[in-house]
């Protein structure tokens, strides 16, 4: 078998890889052209460092390799791992990380996200030298109209502050939820602000293609008086009512009980898993 880059290989020939990897997989997903070229521009996908392994010139399995800044931290994320049910139980995601993390000597580290039932993955991954770093919730729900209040001004911006955003945080939004990710993604996104006195006190991204809450935070010396919920009814009322949202850090009960508040369910959990490179 002969493990390169995907630089070179067209992109039918990648979703196929991709949907075959995946059609059994615990949460099935299957992609056409279009939802690929949106998840490789969410994930920061890079050809370069992304590898292919071939067999007798087919293609049997895959790393896709998003590279970015996290925190000033040049960061390689895995966006996908996939091998074709034949060809499973070779050792093939280790023999393409064997390959790859010689090559890295610029990385600071590497990243990847799990389903935390998944335990054959996480137990490949933690022979390749990936330890879990911390768990992350996903949710979906159904919104609700029913939450406004009158003295704030809820509307769509395009001024992105992040360093006043960053302010609201209480964790580390996930790789696909991060800036780098979000800034490439505006001409998209919705960015929904709650103002008092023309001040910004809580915001939410929203991607409607994906129909994925991205980001949301409220100024902490503004919690508990209906503003995240009132972001929430004013998305529902010009966008979507069904969304879902990833990744949530599972540390933080205020934010995991802010949205079991307003409706959503837990539907999947994840491992974030990080290998120190530098």
Known sequence: MKIDNLINRSKEEIIEVFNNSFADYLVPMQLNAEQFDLKCKTDQVDL????????????????????????????????????????????????????????????????????????????????????????????????????????????????????????????????????????????????????????????????????RIQQFSVDKTQRNKGIGSALLAYLAEHFDKQVHIINVDARSDESNEFLKKNGFEKFISQYEMIMPLL
Request: glycine fraction near 6%; charge should be neutral; charged fraction near 20%.
């Open 48 to 211: 370069n460092y992304s590898l292919g392994i071939e067999d007798k010139g087919r293609l049997v399995g895959f790393i896709l390799n998003g590279l970015g800044n996290i925190n000033d931290k040049l960061v390689l994320y895995n966006a996908g791992t996939g091998v074709i049910p034949e060809y499973r139980g070779k050792g093939i995601v280790k023999q393409l990380y064997d390959y790859l993390i010689p090559k890295l000597t610029n990385i600071d580290y590497m990243s990847l996200e799990v389903i935390s039932d998944n335990i054959p993955a996480i137990k490949s991954y933690e022979k390749v030298g990936f330890d879990i770093y911390r768990h992350l919730h996903c949710y979906k729900g159904s919104l609700s109209l029913l939450n406004t209040i009158p003295e704030v001004d809820i509307l769509v911006s395009d001024n992105y502050d992040w360093e006043r955003f960053k302010f609201f945080w209480d964790w580390q939004p996930s790789w696909s939820n991060s800036i780098s990710a979000l800034n490439l993604l505006k001409s998209t996104n919705k960015l929904i602000v709650a103002q008092q006195d023309q001040k910004v006190i809580a915001y939410l991204i929203y991607n409607p293609l994906t129909k």
